[in-house]
């Protein structure tokens, strides 16, 4: 089990369990956590999966693969931080993770 | 207006199921027509992820998306399938009992006994460009596609992507218009690297201004643009004065013109009898992800089997008169014929 923060753009939090081998997206998904659309449903073919990566994880997290970089050139307000969260499997190194959603996705 | 093509079935989308159904008909003489609004067939396999591996295809333990609609026009070769590309069917009506009127948006029409519905999740079309307040600007500086590129001409242009479509446009549009700045958010083009180099060309000599970054903003009033607000990659932010705008954020399917089609639509889907996988309208049948029934999987394999068995009932309505045998494609004397011929 993994513990992951979810932030919106307007700072309300949520922290919610996750199992690992879930994606961050579908843990988002899971528990109606507002912000994220996953229309693809973690094809890595929308980017409506959007999030920021909080500052003190982006090591442990890792950066997007090229694939994913494609995408997020259909995303909203890109950052170095992006990431897509259907590509970002849960780990126990994860435990605590925090992410922020963007104002929209696409 | 042009003729009237007058066929047995048009297949509505050219996916993975509307490939497969052109096999399906074929095998009991139903000849079809295969309209697409994309430029090439394979539908999502095609267009979302043509180099991924697909591994649940019964018999192909590994195919990538490309290579399953490449198969797949092998397949149906012998059946000879006309393909209508870049053009969206609009308008479905039913002309009398048993004959159905389509339009596309292209002006072709088609009067069809059978229609065959496997348009997915909708027809692909340009996603709106993320930038606040663009809907305001659409249609009238703000454009998705080029239609004639003199309506460019002396403008001051804004084309935003990292695309082919995106560069394609810049090189196409940089000798007519007053000044080209393209904008794409990061310095990695996704566009084939000829097409890269012809830009980078055209930025070196002056001729294209590059702008590294996302545009946030748009600056003008009643629908006609005069700048572009646009933030650098290292934050600072900018206006890059426009008279037009290009954004190339890539497609998304979209249910689009089926919905006004009359077919008890729910959630966006179409619900169909699991004997025929057909409608509520008769003669009219709808596979692969764009139906609902009890149960179903929005899997290739199960639209392959909903074509199969919708060919079964769309050859009873093409050929009331003959009385259908079953047959396997090992002796089927139609599919050794069209080998033959073909
Ligand atoms: C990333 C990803 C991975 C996937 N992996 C698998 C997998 O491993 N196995 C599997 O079985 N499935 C997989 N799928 C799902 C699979 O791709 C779909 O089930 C399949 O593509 C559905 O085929 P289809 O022919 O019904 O529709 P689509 O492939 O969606 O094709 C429909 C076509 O119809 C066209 N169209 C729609 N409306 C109109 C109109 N009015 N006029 C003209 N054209 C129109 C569209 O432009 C489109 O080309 C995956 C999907 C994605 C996104
Ligand atoms: S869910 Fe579509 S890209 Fe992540």
């Known amino acids: ?106 | 207006m042009t003729d009237i093509i007058r066929t047995d079935a048009v297949i509505v989308g050219a996916g993975p199921v509307g490939l497969f159904a052109v096999f399906q008909l074929g095998m009991v003489d139903v000849e079809a027509h295969v309209v697409d609004i994309l430029d090439r067939p394979g539908g999502q396999c095609v267009e979302l992820y043509p180099e991924k591996p697909i591994y649940d295809i019964p018999g192909l333990p590994e195919v990538t998306g490309q290579g399953l609609a490449d198969n797949l026009l092998a397949q149906i070769k012998p059946f000879a399938p006309r393909f209508h590309f870049n053009q969206m069917v609009s308008a479905l009506e039913r002309t009398s009992d048993d004959r159905f009127l389509l339009t596309t948006d292209a002006g072709t029409r088609f009067d069809a006994k059978v229609v065959v519905i496997a348009a997915g999740g909708g027809s692909f079309l340009p996603r709106r460009a993320p930038i606040p307040g663009v809907e305001a600007y659409e249609g009238r500086s703000v454009f998705y596609a080029v239609r004639a590129k003199d309506a460019f001409r002396a403008k001051h242009l804004v084309i935003i992507g990292g695309g082919d479509s995106a560069l394609d446009w810049t090189l196409n549009l940089a000798p007519i218009a007053e000044s080209v700045t393209l904008i794409h958010r990061r310095d990695v083009f996704r566009a084939a690297p000829d097409t890269v180099n012809k830009m980078r060309a055209l930025v070196d000599k002056g001729v294209v201004d590059l702008f590294i970054g996302q545009a946030t903003g748009l600056i003008g009033e009643n629908g006609m643009l005069k700048a572009v607000k646009a933030k650098a990659e290292d934050g600072s932010l900018h206006e890059i004065a426009a008279d037009a705008m290009l954004p190339f954020f890539g497609l998304a399917a979209q249910l689009g013109p089926i919905a006004d089609w009359g077919l008890n639509l729910s959630e966006n889907l179409i619900p169909v009898d699991v004997k025929s996988y057909q409608t509520t309208t008769p003669g009219v049948f709808a596979i692969g992800d764009v139906n609902a029934y009890p149960g179903k999987l929005k899997l290739i394999l199960s639209g392959f089997h909903e074509a199969a068995l919708m060919a079964q009932a769309a050859a009873r309505r093409v050929h009331p008169e003959r009385r259908m045998v079953f047959q396997h494609s090992t002796s089927s004397s139609t599919l050794q014929k069209k080998l033959a011929g073909a």
Not at chain 1, 47 to 65: F, I, L, R
């Open chain 1, 1 to 106: 089990m993994a513990q992951i923060t979810f932030t919106d753009h307007d700072g309300g939090e949520r922290t919610v369990e996750a199992r690992e081998g879930q994606t961050v997206m579908e843990v988002a998904i899971a528990n109606d956590v507002p912000g994220i659309e996953a229309e693809c449903g973690g094809g890595c073919s929308c980017a409506t999966c959007h999030v920021y990566v909080d500052e003190a994880w982006s090591e442990v997290v890792g950066g997007p693969t090229p694939m994913e970089e494609d995408m997020l050139d259909f995303a909203f307000d890109v950052r170095p931080s992006s990431r897509l969260s259907c590509q970002i499997k849960i780990t126990s190194a994860l435990d605590g993770l925090k992410v922020t959603t963007p104002q929209r996705q696409g």
